[in-house]
Protein backbone atom coordinates (compact mmCIF):
# COMPACT_ATOMS: atom_id res chain seq x y z
CA UNK A 1 0.00 0.00 0.00
CA UNK A 2 0.98 2.91 -0.53
CA UNK A 3 1.24 6.22 2.32
CA UNK A 4 0.69 10.01 0.46
CA UNK A 5 1.42 12.56 3.23
CA UNK A 6 0.92 16.28 2.07
CA UNK A 7 2.54 19.17 4.14
CA UNK A 8 2.61 22.84 3.63
CA UNK A 9 -0.60 24.39 3.20
CA UNK A 10 -1.78 27.22 5.33
CA UNK A 11 -3.12 30.99 5.08
CA UNK A 12 -1.79 33.26 2.45
CA UNK A 13 -2.84 36.68 0.66
CA UNK A 14 -3.74 36.51 -2.98
CA UNK A 15 -1.01 36.93 -5.50
CA UNK A 16 1.68 35.24 -2.89
CA UNK A 17 2.57 31.20 -3.19
CA UNK A 18 3.09 28.54 -1.62
CA UNK A 19 4.59 25.36 -1.62
CA UNK A 20 3.03 21.95 -0.78
CA UNK A 21 4.96 19.00 -0.45
CA UNK A 22 3.77 15.26 -0.88
CA UNK A 23 5.80 12.15 0.55
CA UNK A 24 5.39 9.22 -0.29
CA UNK A 25 5.96 5.75 1.20
CA UNK A 26 5.23 2.07 1.14
CA UNK A 27 4.56 0.48 -2.42
CA UNK A 28 6.53 2.00 -4.76
CA UNK A 29 5.45 1.95 -8.79
CA UNK A 30 7.26 2.72 -11.97
CA UNK A 31 4.27 3.84 -14.32
CA UNK A 32 1.91 5.98 -13.68
CA UNK A 33 0.89 9.54 -12.29
CA UNK A 34 1.52 11.42 -8.77
CA UNK A 35 -1.27 14.31 -9.02
CA UNK A 36 -2.94 17.05 -7.08
CA UNK A 37 -6.29 17.40 -7.00
CA UNK A 38 -8.57 19.90 -4.57
CA UNK A 39 -11.90 20.67 -3.48
CA UNK A 40 -13.77 23.26 -2.27
CA UNK A 41 -16.60 23.31 -0.25
CA UNK A 42 -19.51 22.56 -1.86
CA UNK A 43 -17.73 21.98 -5.02
CA UNK A 44 -16.48 18.83 -7.05
CA UNK A 45 -13.24 17.56 -6.52
CA UNK A 46 -11.07 18.95 -8.73
CA UNK A 47 -7.83 17.94 -11.03
CA UNK A 48 -5.06 20.69 -10.69
CA UNK A 49 -2.26 18.87 -12.08
CA UNK A 50 -0.21 15.78 -12.83
CA UNK A 51 3.58 14.50 -13.09
CA UNK A 52 4.45 11.04 -14.44
CA UNK A 53 6.30 8.73 -12.42
CA UNK A 54 8.55 7.45 -16.00
CA UNK A 55 9.77 10.54 -17.64
CA UNK A 56 8.49 13.48 -15.05
CA UNK A 57 6.08 15.00 -17.93
CA UNK A 58 3.37 17.64 -16.39
CA UNK A 59 -0.08 18.50 -17.04
CA UNK A 60 -1.92 21.01 -15.77
CA UNK A 61 -5.54 22.15 -15.27
CA UNK A 62 -6.27 25.32 -17.66
CA UNK A 63 -7.27 26.97 -14.25
CA UNK A 64 -3.38 26.79 -12.76
CA UNK A 65 -1.68 26.75 -15.80
CA UNK A 66 1.14 28.86 -15.69
CA UNK A 67 0.99 29.57 -11.76
CA UNK A 68 1.16 26.36 -10.62
CA UNK A 69 4.25 24.15 -10.84
CA UNK A 70 4.59 20.43 -10.13
CA UNK A 71 8.08 18.65 -9.29
CA UNK A 72 9.75 15.57 -7.72
CA UNK A 73 12.65 14.56 -6.04
CA UNK A 74 13.08 10.62 -6.38
CA UNK A 75 15.63 10.73 -4.04
CA UNK A 76 13.25 11.68 -1.55
CA UNK A 77 10.02 10.22 -3.24
CA UNK A 78 8.62 13.82 -2.72
CA UNK A 79 6.28 15.87 -5.35
CA UNK A 80 5.93 18.90 -4.78
CA UNK A 81 3.26 21.89 -5.77
CA UNK A 82 4.44 25.00 -6.60
CA UNK A 83 1.87 27.77 -6.38
CA UNK A 84 2.36 31.68 -7.87
CA UNK A 85 0.21 34.71 -7.92
CA UNK A 86 -2.53 32.65 -5.82
CA UNK A 87 -6.17 33.66 -5.82
CA UNK A 88 -8.92 33.28 -3.92
CA UNK A 89 -10.45 30.96 -5.87
CA UNK A 90 -7.34 28.78 -5.34
CA UNK A 91 -9.03 28.27 -1.85
CA UNK A 92 -9.73 24.47 -1.18
CA UNK A 93 -8.62 21.31 0.65
CA UNK A 94 -5.48 19.97 -1.56
CA UNK A 95 -5.28 16.54 -1.82
CA UNK A 96 -2.05 14.33 -3.15
CA UNK A 97 -2.77 11.64 -5.02
CA UNK A 98 -0.92 8.57 -7.33
CA UNK A 99 -2.39 5.72 -9.91
CA UNK A 100 -0.17 2.81 -11.34
CA UNK A 101 -0.84 2.77 -14.78
CA UNK A 102 -3.40 6.09 -15.84
CA UNK A 103 -2.26 9.32 -16.94
CA UNK A 104 -5.53 11.54 -16.68
CA UNK A 105 -7.32 13.68 -14.86
CA UNK A 106 -10.53 11.44 -13.42
CA UNK A 107 -9.64 11.26 -9.85
CA UNK A 108 -11.80 8.22 -9.21
CA UNK A 109 -9.28 6.75 -11.05
CA UNK A 110 -6.63 7.71 -8.57
CA UNK A 111 -6.24 4.94 -6.03
CA UNK A 112 -4.09 6.14 -3.20
CA UNK A 113 -4.80 9.71 -1.76
CA UNK A 114 -3.31 11.77 0.93
CA UNK A 115 -5.40 13.41 3.72
CA UNK A 116 -5.58 16.47 2.25
CA UNK A 117 -4.31 20.06 3.70
CA UNK A 118 -6.06 23.09 3.62
CA UNK A 119 -5.02 26.07 1.49
CA UNK A 120 -6.86 29.53 2.11
CA UNK A 121 -5.91 32.19 -0.01
CA UNK A 122 -7.38 35.77 1.65
CA UNK A 123 -8.30 38.50 -1.00
Known amino acids: QLQLVESGGGLVQAGGSLTLSCAASGRTFSTGSMGWFRQAPGREREFVGR????????FYADSVKGRFTISRDNAKNTVYLQMNSLKAEDTAVYYC????????????????WGQGTQVTVSS
Open 97 to 112: TAAEGYYGTIWEQYDS
Open 51 to 58: ITKMYGNT
